[in-house]
């Protein structure tokens, strides 16, 4: 299970970055034992744009145990500038990244912005010319819209989507998958799935998420497995990202066990919780 788990880092260049971390960030050197960490317990995947700050920090940790050629990395293109050679835009930020990844090739890049597919939807000889000029394995978007994603696939067949997975939010259980690589995001919801407390957010999602959380104690529910259960039941779904504050909280991902079979009445019964119009958590 551990191979299909991809160590997000968006909570180590962010302050208070989720719903539930009440935290600053950390140092680069405070950071380097949960990588190595992950690292030695099969965490081979890792997940950063240049919009989080954690590029240079990656770039540190490969750099001091030698893992140019032993981890696989994620990143990202910052939006696009309208009016621009956006092609040259994209190229000027690889180079950014691999300056500071401190990596030999890239496993995945993704546009951090969908609607920047406007701007490259028929460009998509010169995006393979990119691929192979800068030893980019897998090209995709970054998205939250089904729709969306699925006018990106109509352009981009073979494109590699990144999108939100959870318990509140599994819109994209509905998306056909062809020769594409799917990384499911905030199968915690940043955090609210997993959390005894949430920054405030709006009353009704304070009063549901009390709801839920009522529900998983009186059922003695292990909430981390149960998020990872629901994400790890999809076989469309490649690799699993996820974010950790410090290092308790990757030993409980670190202690998971998949089971054989998920309680489908009880995943169920928690939807019935979160069923709201709006589950972007970038608008809450």
């Known amino acids: 299970m551990i191979k299909k788990q991809v160590l997000g880092t968006a909570q180590f260049g962010l302050d208070y970055y989720g719903i ?5 960030k950390k140092s680069a ?3 380097m034992p949960l990588l190595y960490k992950a690292y030695i317990n099969g965490v081979k995947f890792f997940d950063t744009a240049p919009d989080y700050n954690s590029e240079k920090i990656l770039g540190t940790f490969i750099k001091k145990y030698k893992l140019y050629n032993k ?3 994620i990143t990202k293109i910052p939006k696009l500038k309208k009016n621009k050679d956006f092609l040259k835009q994209i190229s000027v930020s690889i180079k950014r990244s691999y300056k500071k990844l401190k990596v030999k090739k890239l496993f995945c ?8 597919f406007e701007m490259i ?17 897998h090209f995709g978007f970054s998205v939250y819209d089904l729709n969306k994603a699925k006018r990106i696939l109509k352009k981009f067949p073979n494109a590699a989507l990144q999108f939100p997975y959870n318990l509140m939010n599994n819109d994209f259980k509905k998306l056909k998958k062809n020769k594409n690589l799917f990384f499911a995001r905030s199968i915690f919801c940043q955090g609210l799935l997993t959390s005894k407390k949430i920054k405030t957010v709006n009353n009704l999602l ?8 009522n529900y998983i104690k009186l059922d003695n529910i292990n909430p981390v497995n149960l998020c990872l259960d629901y994400a790890y039941s999809n076989k469309n779904i490649d690799y699993i990202v996820y974010g950790v504050k410090d290092i308790h909280e990757l030993n409980q991902i670190m202690a998971y066990k998949k089971r054989k079979k998920i309680d489908l009445k009880k995943i169920k019964k928690i939807k019935t919780f979160f069923k709201l119009k709006n589950m972007d958590p970038r608008k809450w």
Do not use: P
Not at 121 to 137: D, H, V
């Open 121 to 137: 939807k028929n460009e998509q000889e010169a995006i393979t010319l990119l691929k192979k000029k800068f030893k980019i394995k």
């Open 109 to 116: 890049i993704l546009m951090h912005h969908q609607g920047d």
């Open 71 to 73: 981890v696989n990395i």
């Open 20 to 24: 539930s971390n009440f935290s600053k």
């Open 206 to 213: 304070n009063f549901l998420f009390k709801k839920y959380i």
């Open 29 to 31: 050197n405070q950071l």
